[in-house]
């Protein structure tokens, strides 16, 4: 989850949205409530037929969203919800929304304007936090400038705020110039990790639920952002993209300056939950991303395209928390990326172009996990 219009499956195409603005503003409650038809479904449907007979760590597949582009879906700390991304087929920007497991109850959670990124539930309160472009205005932030080659825009309105479980009384937690997006929280409750540029490059910190007590936890130059605690809230697993050279790191700054940034390689790495002991877990040339810990805190599961020479087909594997013990999860072909394992490690939920009608659609899967 990196503040980003979701990695679907275009070659390598994604795009890192970014923003920073300032104030507080009450959710306009008519709003949200005389929401548009979301131009997409949600249901529940049988989907082994979709299972490739390699995945053999998945049954019991169901497809939840049909049409559009639908991704990073996150369960609630009770296993009962699901807080989502989506943009229809017929275009606009991101938002969130919230549905029951079965896919039933769907409900739009933010305010239906600007850009949104990476909904989660703020555990043990009725709260939930994402990241938003709104207060910038109305309309989708432009696409990024694709001259210089293949670029993700960095927006400067992205702000991370939280609201009630219906999207009302939203409330803004970050106030400083640059992006404050892809924020998730430690399971307790008690700290928001989140990606930031406020002290000029893209690094990790962290902070409680009110906005107070910010911590930078990484420093290198170049992109470290979705980042996630582990179940007992001692590490924090994300992903990087870190210049190996002069020449890379003066590209980087010079992009990074005109609001874009160029991923040429993203790792998965680890480090405690204060920021130290980090550690690269692939070095594989290829985009890494979306790493979330099984709940035992041994292994972390994560979407990469390493399998396909091309670059173009991401799967979901596996690796130990120490590097150690790689596994390929899917075999589907096209993309499967943004995998969380609800609490106890019984269910998965990712997304997926397998069984779309449209080329390039995604949609939400939920399954039961085998050992």
């Known amino acids: 989850m990196m503040g980003t219009r979701f ?13 920073g603005l300032a104030g507080c503003a009450p959710a306009d409650e008519a709003e949200v409530a005389a929401a548009p038809d979301p131009g997409f ?42 807080i989502f991304q989506a943009t229809p087929r017929d275009g606009g920007c991101d938002q969130q929304f919230t549905m029951r497991t ?3 109850e769907l409900k739009l959670v933010s ?30 932030p432009a696409d990024p400038d694709h001259s210089q080659g293949y670029v993700w825009a960095v927006y400067s309105s992205y702000e991370v705020f939280t609201a009630d479980l219906d999207g009302g009384n939203i409330v803004q937690l970050t106030e400083v110039d640059g992006y404050d997006a ?13 990606t930031s540029t406020r002290d000029g490059d893209l690094d990790i910190y962290k902070m409680r639920p009110d906005g107070s007590d910010v911590t930078r936890l990484t420093d290198a130059v170049g992109y470290d952002g979705g980042p996630f605690f582990s179940s007992d809230g001692t590490k924090i697993v994300y992903r990087a993209s870190h210049p190996a050279t002069e020449e890379a790191a003066a590209d980087y700054t010079r992009l990074l300056s005109q609001g874009l940034i160029r991923p040429s390689q993203l ?25 979330y810990f099984h709940p035992a805190g041994e292994r972390i599961i994560f979407s990469s395209n390493m ?23 899917t075999f589907s072909g096209d993309f499967d990326g943004f995998p969380m394992f609800n609490s106890d490690g019984s269910q998965l939920v ?22």
Not at 124 to 130: A, D, I, K, W
């Open 267 to 291: 790792d998965i790495w680890v480090m405690d939950a204060d920021g130290s002991n980090k550690l690269r877990l692939t070095d594989n040339g290829a985009a890494n991303f979306g790493p």
């Open 307 to 329: 399998g396909d020479p091309a670059g173009r087909e991401f799967d979901l594997w596996m690796i130990d928390a120490d590097g150690e013990n790689l596994e390929q999860i």
């Open 41 to 82: 479904e949600t249901r529940s449907v049988p989907a082994d037929q979709l299972l490739d007979e390699s995945e053999t760590h998945l049954t019991n597949l169901r497809q939840l969203t049909f049409g559009g582009q639908n991704a990073e879906a996150y369960f609630s700390p009770d296993d009962q919800w699901l």
């Open 350 to 371: 990712f997304a997926s172009n397998r069984g779309n009608e449209l080329p390039r659609e995604t949609n939400l899967f939920i399954a039961d996990w085998v050992e």
């Open 182 to 194: 892809e924020a998730t929280l430690s399971r307790d409750g008690e700290w928001i990790v989140f």
């Open 7 to 19: 990695f679907v499956y275009r070659g390598l195409a994604a795009t890192l949205v970014i923003a």
């Open 111 to 140: 305010t239906g304007s600007g850009r949104t990124t990476c909904g989660y539930f703020v555990p043990g309160t009725e709260r939930l936090v994402y990241s938003s472009t709104h207060l910038a205005g109305d309309a989708c």
């Open 102 to 104: 079965d896919g039933s």
